[in-house]
């Protein structure tokens, strides 16, 4: 039995990676297998074909019939041997020139009708066949099929088609290698500049790709602003010819695009993958360069990463959060945590930041840092951020003693990058400062400087938007993000909060106290408070005072706690 499904799986290999069109037709004529080739040869996928009658419009013929036709008819008797003309109309109504070998097993209601189909025109050196006679039907030519149309480099299914090929081909480990290059940022391109303008671009690295085609087997375009490259070598080099074609398109990249009298600067984040002992399918290895690109993405993009081992577990891992994070909100699983803010010259407590916690079933309590980036990719951010802010806003109502607007205090909230895009999280926050009853002035928006940096003009339009609102805003994480004078200028804030990095190097480099004390001058000048985060000793308190640093969080004054261990009045003195 192990030995015929390991037949069968090798069967289907060499099926899926045959260059010619594949198709079988049951007895009663209904097709039951479509390798990828007929998927570009015809323009139907197999999900849509299997199980279809083949005289349907999957394979309507220019000849009255085509020779998967009938398939109870005797096939040898109406095709002969070997390959045989015919007419097929592709999906988007095509004329195709097209050459069939049919043949025949099994017999009465086991009988299968199987055939290989080729296009003419594609035959190197073939000259396209004449019509039958008397038939009128011209000769389409098959150019727009398995290329992008945008583009012109050939597509994604015609890429995966050549990398089975290569596949299947008996190769070594390691003697395959794919390289998946995605452009870093290009959203700011869409968003800023328009679609229309970003397809330019699109266009202008293709051909700037196209460029190279002499350093890879097959350059394509996988779908969005991400690019293939396929490399196939049986002495071993694959994987040195993939790294190299990356820096080549790296520097080929970091030359500026003029577009539409524009200069457009880009980079890109690759990851290349190599087929292995256990590695030896197209999906497989190109999931493999996918989570090597992410990782290059996580570097901070411009980077290139070979996937390894490693990656397969954290790849697993992050699948595996992501369909966790799914039940989390509706079994209540995710759960708020708070940190006082405090007044640096008194440490009063005046506020608290709100900070998510995941209640894992299993694995406990899992900090944001570990869940976030996956909820970002995914898209649950959005549910679950607007969950946080209500489940926030909510909190700082019900706590004991908050009969008044002075009672209340602060709640700081933070964004993510992806909540700032959606121009939806205005809408969202009034809804939720509406059922809560919170006034306006009470809740603090925090965004990171890297997430509004991301794409300044279009954040700029939002943070305008929930000022009109009536919240205060706060620039997070400041001196990581390298935000320009003249935006900082422009973004309606109140607040930066300084990265704890600089902060904990307070008292120990001289240089993070000059840094420090340059943010909270220009911060004053600006008519901004300060708030420096990760405040974890007396010393670094004493010098934050002798700045006339506005508020601090940290350690020192308190833990990220439960709601229910949080104080219920504000200002609290807390000793430091």
């Known amino acids: 039995m192990a030995e015929l499904t390991r037949w069968r799986d090798r069967c289907i290999r060499l099926i899926s990676a045959c260059p010619d069109a594949f198709l079988e037709v049951d007895a009663a004529g209904v097709i039951i297998e479509w390798n990828p080739r007929a998927e570009v040869l015809f323009g139907w996928s197999r999900d849509e074909v299997i199980g279809r009658p083949a005289g349907d419009t999957v394979l309507r ?8 036709d009938d398939a109870d008819g005797d096939h040898r008797d109406a095709w ?14 095509q004329t195709i020139d097209a050459e069939a070998m049919v043949f025949s097993t099994g017999y009465g209601a086991t009988r299968c009708v199987s055939g290989f189909v080729r296009c003419v025109e594609e035959l190197d050196g073939a000259k396209p066949l004449e019509p039958a006679t008397g038939t009128t039907a011209t000769t389409v030519e098959l150019s727009g099929l398995g290329t992008d149309p ?41 968003n800023s500049m328009g679609h229309d303008h970003g397809d330019l671009v699109l266009v202008a690295v293709a051909d700037r790709l196209s460029g190279m085609a002499g350093h890879a087997d097959l350059i394509a375009r996988f779908g969005g602003d991400e690019f293939l490259a396929l490399f196939a070598d049986r002495h071993g080099y694959a994987h040195r010819r993939a790294l190299a074609f990356a820096e ?17 600067f880009l980079s890109a984040s690759t990851g290349v993958a190599l087929n292995a002992f256990g590695v030896d399918g197209a999906p497989e290895l190109l999931a493999n360069a996918e989570a ?48 006082p803010v405090v007044e640096v010259g008194s440490s009063a407590a005046v506020g608290v930041e709100a900070l998510i916690r995941w209640r894992h079933p299993h694995q406990g309590l899992v900090p944001a840092n570990r869940f976030i980036p996956v909820a970002e990719e995914s898209g649950l951010i959005m549910p679950i951020g607007a969950w946080v802010l209500q489940e926030a806003c909510d909190q700082l109502r019900r706590w004991p003693g908050r009969k008044d607007r002075r009672s209340l205090g602060s709640m700081e909230v933070n964004l993510s990058a992806r909540q700032v895009a959606d121009k939806r999280i205005v809408a969202t926050v009034e809804e939720v400062l509406a059922r809560t009853g919170l006034p306006a002035e009470r809740l603090t928006l925090e965004i990171t400087e890297s997430a509004l940096m ?29 935000s320009s004078l003249s935006y900082l200028q422009q973004f309606p804030v109140d607040m930066l909060k300084v990265d704890r990095s600089f902060i904990e190097q307070l008292g120990v480099r001289s240089e993070s106290e000059e840094i420090v004390s340059a943010i909270i001058g220009l911060a004053h000048a600006l008519g901004l408070r300060v708030v420096a985060e990760g405040v974890e000793t007396v010393g670094q308190l004493e010098i ?15 833990v990220p706690r439960p709601a229910s261990e949080i104080a219920t009045s504000f200002p609290l003195p807390i000793s430091a």
């Open 150 to 190: 945008l583009t012109r480099l050939p597509d994604r299914r015609r890429f995966k088609d050549a990398l089975a090929r290569s596949l299947a081909e008996g190769a070594s480990p390691g003697s395959v290698a794919v390289a998946l290059l995605d452009l870093d940022r290009f959203k700011v391109i869409n």
């Open 248 to 264: 080549r398109a790296r520097a080929a990249l970091r030359e500026p695009f003029l577009i539409n009298g524009s200069e457009v």
């Open 454 to 482: 991301d794409d300044a003009g279009s954040s700029l339009e939002v943070l305008r938007a929930l000022k009109q609102v009536g919240v205060q805003l706060a620039i997070d994480d400041f001196g990581t993000g390298y």
């Open 80 to 93: 002969g041997d070997g390959w045989r003309r015919f007419q097929l109309e592709h999906r988007a109504g």
């Open 544 to 558: 934050l005072r002798s700045l006339r640093c506005d508020l601090a969080q940290g350690f020192l004054f308190s």
């Open 61 to 68: 013929a220019r000849l009255g019939r085509s020779p998967f």
């Open 292 to 339: 090597a690109m992410y990782r290059a993405k996580r570097r901070g993009g411009q980077a290139v990463e070979t996937f390894q081992e490693p990656m397969r577990i954290e790849s697993l891992d992050r699948m595996t959060t992501e369909h966790s994070l799914h039940r989390a909100l509706d079994q209540r699983e995710l759960t708020l945590h708070y940190q």
